[in-house]
Every structure is written in C-alpha cells, then in structure tokens.
C-alpha cells in the first residue's frame, strides 16, 4: 500500500512537473521560503514555542529540497554544459545548506535561550534562503532571451530610412497557387464535404498566422497545404490546374518532395535545440514524415488508376485511402510546425538555423537563440 502511494504520489508530481513554469515555480517557492525563514528567526530569537520552530522548519527543508528536485529536472533537460554547470553547483550548495538548518533548529529546540545557538540558526536559514535564490537566478539568467540593445545615434545623426515594407508572398505566387491559396482563405468547409480540403485550409490558417519572412519553415506549410488543396479540387471533379491523372500524381510527389524538405529544415531546429523534452518530441513527429509521405505518392497513384476502371467500390476504397493519409499529413505537418516553433525557443547560438524568426503578423518579431 505504501510502495503503490508512493508512486502515484510521484507519478503526479511528475505531471504537475511537466506543465508548471520552472521559472515560476521558483519564484514561488522563493517568496515562501524566505517569507518562512523571516517568521522562523523571528520564532527562534523571541523564545516561542519550539514545536512553532520546527513546523516552520520543516517547511523551510520541503521547499528547498522540491527546488532542488525542480532543478535537477531543468538540468537533465539541457544539453548547455555551461548551464548545467552553474545550476548543478547552486543544487549541491542548497542541498548541502537544508540539513544544517535543520540540525540547528533541534539545536534551538533543546537550548531555547541560547543566544548563540539561535544566531547559528538565523545564519543556516539564511544560508538555505539564499541557496534557493542562487538556484533561481541562474534558471532565470538562461530562461528569458536577451533583449538586443537599442541602436545608438548621435544627436546630429538621423536615424535610418525604414526599408520599403515587403511585397504580399501570395502576389508572388504562379496563378495556379494564388487560386489555391484563396481557396483556402476562405470560410473552412465542413470536415464532412471536403476533408481534404478541410485538412488543407486548418493547417494553412494556423500556418498564416506567422510571417513568412526570415521563416523558410512556414513558407514550405503553406505551399504544402496549397497544394493538397489542388489535388483535392481534382477530386472533387472541379476545374483547376490539374486536368487529369498524370497531374494528380504529379501533384502527390511534389508534396512528398516538400515533405522532405519540411523534414530537413526541421531536423536542423531539433540538432540544435538544447531543451532535451522540445527536441524529442519534434523528432518524435518528424519521424512520421518519411512514411505518410511516401504513402501519399503510392496512394495517389493507386486513385489515378481506379478512376474511370468501372470498379466503384475499388475507386471509393482508393479515394477513403487517399482522404486518410491527407489528412494524417496535413496533421503532421500542423504539428511538426508547433513542435519546431516550441524547440527555437531554445537554440543554440551558434548554429546556423538560430537565425530562424518567428513573428506574428501584426506582432514583434521573435528571433530565438537563447544558450539555455
């Protein structure tokens, strides 16, 4: 019974774990435990009931000691050997700091009016207090990215002239894919009526909420979903660019060639991300990549050759396949770009891809190469 309590009760302290804010947390536990060691000293100096000491003790050491378990967390999940180190070594200090305290207190306990026994103990909570305001600040120091400075100018100098502001990428498109693209900025279809297109359309919208300038990654989404937008306008029996099966397929390998461009850029952002728990799980999904899209190109085919045979059930069973593995891509795609936004956050600065920006149209660009 015990054993069992004892891993749940680490099962949930690990999921509170996963989706608190360290920084936050450590902010927190701060503020409590200085906010104890101030009433504890005060309890120990004023001659108070021990047992009042003790209580404020004990909570002094938890709280320290889940920073230190916090820490370790934040440790183990960078790959910064600089950052490792500086946090390892404000663990160890906190963590050697808990039990002097701790034996202090006992000390008060038994000698309540030794003055020189209280100022040990004033000394060791202070010392706990200050452990665990080391710990935050390092994770402080490697957690928000550095604010470039502000350019200087003289005061005869005049500022700059502001660039021209940059042309509208879809302007820039071939026709073909300025017709897809309005398409897709329009009201989303229902799942039901066009699934393909309803894929299509929900990961080029969540795509066109970022700035594709200085972003090559959200620029390789959106033509993605522009043309698994044509292939499904095909489909559908609809006119556009493609005019017959030789263009379906056509289509289906150029959205697998994208696919594996999309799975290199983004390779390229885990290699050098240093937050351990981001760079899996963009991996994790980069690995579907090789497989859905090399389906598409199969299933593709497989459609062109059922259309127009005779056999209905053949070509309703190549069409399910094909709406299936679009909308397995679509949502792949749409998640390997929030698994790629979530490890830039953490890059390393010296890698070629750190200069990767992300910014929300109408929204402050975001240049991330943090060294944490």
């Not at 937008?229 to 150029?254: F, Q, V």
Request: proline residues 6%; aromatic residues 4%.
């Amino acid at each position: 019974m015990k054993d069992r309590w004892l891993q749940a009760a680490e099962s949930l302290t690990a999921s509170v774990d996963g989706v608190v804010d360290s920084l936050e947390f450590m902010k927190v536990s701060e503020a409590k435990v200085h906010a104890d060691v101030k009433e504890a000293k005060r309890i120990a100096l004023a001659e108070e009931d021990p047992k009042k000491l003790i209580v404020k003790a004990s909570s002094i050491a938890r709280q320290a000691n889940r920073v230190i378990q916090v820490a370790q967390v934040e440790a183990e999940n960078s790959e910064n050997p600089e950052f490792v180190a500086k946090l390892s070594a404000a663990s160890k200090a906190l963590s050697e700091s808990v039990s002097p305290m701790v034996v202090e207190a006992r000390s008060v306990v038994t000698s309540p009016q030794n003055k020189d026994i209280q100022r040990k103990f004033c000394t060791a909570a202070d010392k706990v207090a200050e452990g665990v305001t080391t710990v935050r600040t390092v994770i402080e120091d490697n957690w928000v990215p550095p604010r470039p400075p502000l350019p200087e100018f003289e005061e005869e100098e005049e500022p700059p002239e502001l660039p021209p502001p940059p042309e509208d990428p879809a302007l820039l498109l071939p026709a073909e894919m300025q017709e897809a693209e309005e398409l897709l900025r329009a009201p989303l279809p229902s799942k039901e009526d066009n699934p393909i297109h309803h894929a299509a359309a929900s990961t080029f919208h969540e795509a066109d909420q970022w700035d594709e300038k200085g972003n090559s990654l959200i620029g390789l989404v959106k033509q993605m979903a522009r043309k698994m937008a044509m292939m499904s306008k095909y489909m559908r029996g609809e006119a556009g660019e493609l005019r017959g099966k030789a263009d379906l397929i056509r289509m289906a390998k150029e959205i697998a060639r994208d696919a594996q461009d999309l799975l290199k850029f983004a390779r390229q952002i885990a290699e050098a991300c240093m937050d351990k728990r981001a760079k899996t799980n963009l991996l994790q999904l980069l690995d579907r990549i090789p497989t859905v899209s090399t389906q598409l190109k199969i299933l593709a085919t497989v459609k062109a050759t059922s259309m127009g045979s005779g056999d209905a059930k053949a070509d309703a069973d190549a069409t399910e396949m094909l709406v299936g593995n679009a909308e397995n891509l679509m949502r792949t795609v749409k998640d390997v770009m929030r698994a790629a936004e979530a490890a830039s956050i953490r890059l390393r600065p010296d890698s070629p891809i750190a200069a990767i920006i992300w910014r929300r149209k109408g929204g402050q660009a975001r240049r991330i190469s943090v060294s944490y």
